[in-house]
Nanobody
Framework: VQLQASGGGLVQAGGSLRLSCAAS????????MGWYRQYPGEQRELVADITSGFSGGRTNYADSVKGRFTISRDNAKNTVYLQMDSLKPEDTAVYYCNADLVTRRGVVDYWGRGTLVTVSS
């Protein structure tokens, strides 16, 4: 079981990027999914998360990204997305996806490898 993130890169301020994170392996279902970011020397912080479809797919955003980022998920593909628009230099960070995966071991909290997002001014 693993989470594979992709979509990071270099973009100019005001531009857009779309991150994707796909879960694979022996998964029964996926509960919450989310994106976090980490600045050098700091702790990981929540960017956005989304509940499962059974819970209504409710979304939650950090104040710093409200109105600019959109989280969504495709349950058929076990994938969560983060559409990032109007990017700012302060959005530069390593982004990590996270998911509560229901497996034969029970509900396990998984993290994907980080993907670097760099926003130039």
């Amino acid at each position: 079981v693993q989470l594979q993130a992709s979509g990071g890169g270099l973009v100019q301020a005001g531009g857009s990027l779309r991150l994707s994170c796909a879960a694979s392996g022996s998964i029964f279902t996926i509960n919450n999914m989310g994106w976090y970011r980490q600045y050098p020397g700091e702790q990981r912080e929540l960017v956005a998360d989304i509940t499962s479809g059974f819970s209504g797919g409710r979304t939650n955003y950090a104040d710093s990204v409200k109105g600019r980022f959109t989280i969504s998920r495709d349950n058929a593909k076990n994938t969560v997305y983060l559409q990032m628009d109007s990017l700012k230099p302060e959005d530069t960070a390593v982004y990590y996806c996270n998911a509560d995966l229901v497996t034969r071991r029970g509900v396990v909290d998984y993290w994907g490898r980080g993907t670097l997002v760099t926003v130039s001014s």
